[in-house]
């Protein structure tokens, strides 16, 4: 009985450790450049679950979003347009407490050209 009731207390301590940590998501999460042109032109969305009462301010190594605060714990997205040549990272912190709560990053991916094909015989081969 005293068995049971450790388990019990320990499968509801487990559960409430998860509902806190939040859930961070970046979409699209890659992004691939054409030949042409060596940067990605593209529209994320950075989405994040509803946490008890905070106010969430995310912080870039983009250069046009150093860092974005939301107005009030009720919003939980963000729609960014992003023409980067890099990987760019996402950080979601705590506005009140400066905390780090989670992290993603969009990586940019050159296109890479079609290779060519290699003869393996000489060309005065008969065979």
């Given at each position: 009985m005293l068995l049971g009731s450790l388990l019990s207390s320990s499968a509801v301590a487990v559960g409430s450790t998860e509902e806190s940590i939040p859930n961070f998501s970046l979409s699209p999460e890659i992004c691939i450049t054409s030949e042409n042109a060596q940067s990605c032109d593209i529209e994320v969305t950075l989405e994040w679950n509803q946490l008890t009462n905070k106010t969430i301010c995310i912080i870039s190594d983009y250069?046009?979003?150093?860092?974005?605060?939301?107005?009030?714990?009720?919003?939980?997205?963000?729609t960014v347009n992003i023409s980067s040549d890099r990987d760019?990272?996402?950080?979601?912190?705590?506005?009140?407490?400066?905390e780090t709560l989670a992290g993603v990053k969009l990586k940019v991916?050159?296109?890479?050209?079609?290779?060519?094909?290699?003869?393996?015989?000489?060309?005065?081969?008969l065979f």
């Open positions: 250069k046009d979003l150093k860092k974005w605060c939301s107005p009030s714990p009720s919003i939980h997205s963000l760019i990272q996402f950080v979601m912190i705590d506005k009140d407490t400066h991916t050159p296109a890479s050209s079609p290779q060519v094909r290699r003869r393996y015989r000489n060309p005065w081969s």
